[in-house]
């Protein structure tokens, strides 16, 4: 089968492999660097629990083809904290619990990541339009919104 | 951030309020995993060489299978192998049969017909995932198309097709003699005759996918030891071990089941199908092996909460209580029995709801169609019959006039109420809960109404009594097989009654319970003397199978006296819960007679059949695996039906 070499950077780190001819982002992250972060709920682009970040915005990895992303910066939850310090989204959803199962959790994160860079102190309505493209069985998303508000205020410095 | 709100100053004086975790915020213990995406599901463990399974499904609702040609897909590119339900050692199973409960009536890959659209009929292995999927659609399958039934009354219909040859009438059996799930208390069309109002309806709920946004999957890879190692997201482990287990015809002890990180499950992952045929898949190969539905398989052919059709009629007085209730209902179980008919056994004890009615009938029907079958969701066999009762009481309080709220608070149950199903209700609490909701919501209840307690009122004379129950001459609280009328309606001609009191004839079932000495001879595969089980009658004629006008399964009536002294050993047989797999011949079983001894033997090689010990003396040879009574055939992966 056809091989493309590409290379980009995931999590700050530089990657470089050979990827199948036509191989999706997700499969190449999962199963070729082994980043095993962005699940696969669906692989139709529905559910949004592949979600990354391609230089910053979100995108879908199962529908994303492997050789596009060549010299451009992905980021997945795996690069969320740094080191042993948490992120202030996750913070916030643990506090909140705002994760039952999880298995939709790192392409929220991921959403709202992408959020607050954009839009530093959003309103509700801006939150629940960021994650629309993630779906929650669990949760009824209503903790998921409410911990991405006060990740935001916090990260202002805001008192809740 | 929390909406929850504490009322505890309701039922004060029942708790001492000394919890230290309740009511308080805390972190789940397994959150981290999930918030740095280390949680391992069952998809996050990496094997070299993976190979990915798939599925040939069917295209048909009901089809037989003429032939197979796997052929062309055995040359495709990257197959390692293609299977079909040869390749299955034991190729039928039902769920519960790990409970002792059901006939065998589903084989994991279809071979002589199709009874739902989606059934697999055979699988490819190849390296990756798109050389499977090309492959299954090179594999040909010639149907002859049956005629199909996809409604559960229809199903009932005299000349509907048989979906399930096992259970020949559409229905299952429950006691091997019921074509549906009773429940009777007092005399409905009594109590209907001085009614003020009778209200009918119908309600019916679709059936429901739990859609999990991780779809169904397991991955199976031999492992040391001549042992199989399967990573799976299946909601209930030691199911999927013992089916997989009796599948295959391999011992529990070769299988290394490692589950518990479940991408979203609300039911639809108890099913046990992914895992037996994973690893088989690594049985037939020697590889690693995946086998996982797409969501499209998880929506199509994923278990959904079963479609439900219910049938109420209430008898209230003018001043609003209710005084009978009559419901007839029709479960649709798909095309095979899974968790159904158990579902229904909650639902028809459920029919009075959290409300006190002193007459209660009920019959249910576990249908049988050419749906893909039903399985566990969320509150399953209650959450449609409580959507049903509740629409019927907004139709109660509309026809005489009253506040639906009060109303519901005029009829709830209170502590002390005998229940239909013959148990008294304790820690009731559904007046407190209409008036805090009647409170939020701004919906102006009477003084009188608001003034009312679950602790009051409950468990007087009246309300605590079990009543006259009408039987017919037989003794029976209505006909066996009632699916030709599908009426509920008990008794019109009763000639007897059992009398108030006492538990009646056929509500004694349930034998009194020796809780740990209990021996369950059918389920642990003893035979206790009688004939071993002729294999189930199987309507194997071509083209359109039509019910049998008569039920085979019949069991024939035995002359019972009308009433029966409340503890007497006088028992009619058929009140007894034989196993649903035993004999119709078969004697009750004297159960706590026999001495149980629990010192486990020695574990050893498989152990010739004299070498049992004297107590058990099976009338079956065992061949190896159980080594003391209540253990489970199958997790010791020895099938001995």
């Known amino acids: ?160 | 951030m929390s909406s929850v709100e504490f009322r505890k100053d309701l039922f004060a004086n029942e708790r001492d309020d000394t919890l230290k975790e309740i009511g308080k915020p805390t972190i789940r213990q397994d959150i981290l995993g999930h918030v740095t995406g280390r949680t391992p599901f069952y998809d996050d463990h990496l094997f070299d060489g993976l190979l990915h399974m798939r599925a040939v499904r069917s295209p048909h609702h009901h089809a037989q299978i003429r032939s197979i040609d796997t052929s062309a897909a055995e040359r495709m590119p990257g197959v390692r192998r293609v299977a079909t339900a040869k390749d299955v050692p034991h190729n039928l199973n039902t769920l519960l049969s790990l409970i002792g409960f059901g006939r065998d009536d589903e084989p994991l890959c279809a071979h002589d017909k199709v009874r739902y659209l989606g059934e697999a009929v055979a699988w490819v292995i190849a390296d990756t995932e798109r050389q499977a999927r090309d492959a299954c659609a090179a594999v040909r399958v010639d149907y002859s198309v049956l005629p199909h039934v996809l409604d559960p009354e229809e199903a009932l219909q005299p000349n509907a097709p048989v979906v399930n040859e096992v259970y020949p009438n559409n229905t299952f059996d429950y006691h091997n003699t019921y074509d549906h799930q009773k429940l009777r208390f007092g005399d409905v069309n009594a109590a209907f005759a001085r009614a003020d109002h009778v209200i009918e309806a119908e309600y019916q709920m679709s059936p429901i996918e739990q859609a999990p946004i991780e779809t169904c999957g397991a991955i199976a890879a031999p492992e040391t030891n001549d042992r199989y190692v399967c990573h799976t997201n299946t909601q209930a482990l030691f199911f999927s071990l013992g089916t997989t287990a009796k599948l295959l015809d391999i011992a529990s002890s070769r299988l290394h089941f490692i589950g518990g990180t479940v991408g979203g499950g609300f039911g639809g992952k108890v099913d046990s199908v992914v895992e037996p045929t994973a690893v088989l898949g690594a049985m037939l190969t020697g590889r690693p092996v995946k086998f996982a539905w797409d969501r499209y398989e998880e929506m199509q052919v994923g278990a959904p909460r079963g479609a439900e059709r219910w049938r109420l009629k209430d008898g209230l007085t003018r001043d609003g209580k209710i005084i009978a209730r009559e419901l007839t209902g029709f479960f649709d179980s798909g095309a095979y029995m899974r968790l159904s008919p158990y579902a229904i056994i909650k639902g028809t004890g459920h029919v009075p709801g959290p409300y006190f009615i002193p007459n209660v009938a009920s019959n249910v029907f576990c249908c049988i169609t050419n749906r893909t079958p039903a399985t566990a969701m969320r509150g399953f066999g209650i959450t449609a019959v409580d959507f049903a009762i509740e629409c019927q009481m907004d139709r109660g309080a509309e026809a005489v006039g009253m506040n639906p709220i009060e109303f519901r608070i005029l009829n709830a149950y209170r502590d002390g109420d005998m229940k239909a199903h013959r148990r008294k209700a304790k820690n009731t609490a559904l007046i407190e809960c209409c008036q805090v909701a009647a409170g939020k919501a701004n919906w102006p209840i009477s003084a009188e109404a608001a003034a009312q307690s679950s602790l009051t009122g409950g468990g007087t004379p009246e309300r605590v009594a079990i009543p006259e129950t009408v039987i017919d001459s037989e003794g029976r609280i209505g006909e066996r097989r009632a699916g030709r009328t599908s009426s509920t309606s008990p008794a019109k001609n009763g000639t007897g009654r059992v009398p108030a009191g006492t538990h009646g004839v056929a509500v004694s079932g349930a034998p009194v319970q020796n809780p740990d000495m209990q021996i369950d001879a059918e389920r642990i595969g003893h035979r206790m003397g009688a004939e071993p089980v002729s294999a189930p009658p199987v309507a194997a004629a071509p083209g359109v199978p039509v019910r049998p006008a008569a039920a085979p399964s019949y069991q024939a009536p035995q002359p019972t006296p009308p009433i029966a002294a409340p503890s007497g050993p006088a028992t009619p047989s058929y009140a007894q819960p034989a196993p649903p797999t035993s004999a119709p011949a078969q004697a009750p079983t004297p159960a706590p007679a026999q001495p149980a001894s629990y010192a486990p033997q020695p574990a050893s090689p498989p152990t010739p059949p004299a070498a049992q010990p004297a107590p058990y003396a099976p009338a079956q040879p065992f061949s190896r695996g159980v080594k003391r009574p209540g253990s489970s055939p199958f997790t010791s992966g020895i099938r001995r039906r």
């Not at chain 1, 939709?104 to 992408?114: E, I, Q, R």
């Open chain 1, 1 to 160: 089968m056809a091989k493309t070499p590409i290379t980009f950077t995931l999590n700050d780190s530089e990657v470089a492999l050979f990827a199948d001819h036509g191989a999706a982002l997700i499969d190449v992250l999962r199963r070729g660097v082994g980043d095993l972060t962005p699940k696969q709920g669906c692989a139709q682009g529905t559910c949004g629990a592949c979600t990354v970040l391609i230089d910053g915005k979100p995108h879908l990895s199962c529908l994303t083809l492997a050789e596009t992303v060549e010299g451009r910066r992905i980021d997945t939850v795996g690069g969320l904290a740094n080191g042993r310090d948490l992120d202030v989204l996750q913070t916030t959803f643990m506090e909140g619990f705002a994760a039952q199962c999880g298995f939709c959790t790192a392409g929220m994160l991921l959403a709202a990541k992408s959020l607050l860079e954009r839009v530093p102190n959003p309103d509700r309505a801006e939150v629940i339009e960021a994650i629309s493209g993630n779906l929650c069985r669990c949760t009824g998303y209503e903790p998921i919104v409410d911990a991405i508000l006060l990740a935001a205020a916090k990260m202002q410095g805001r008192a809740v």
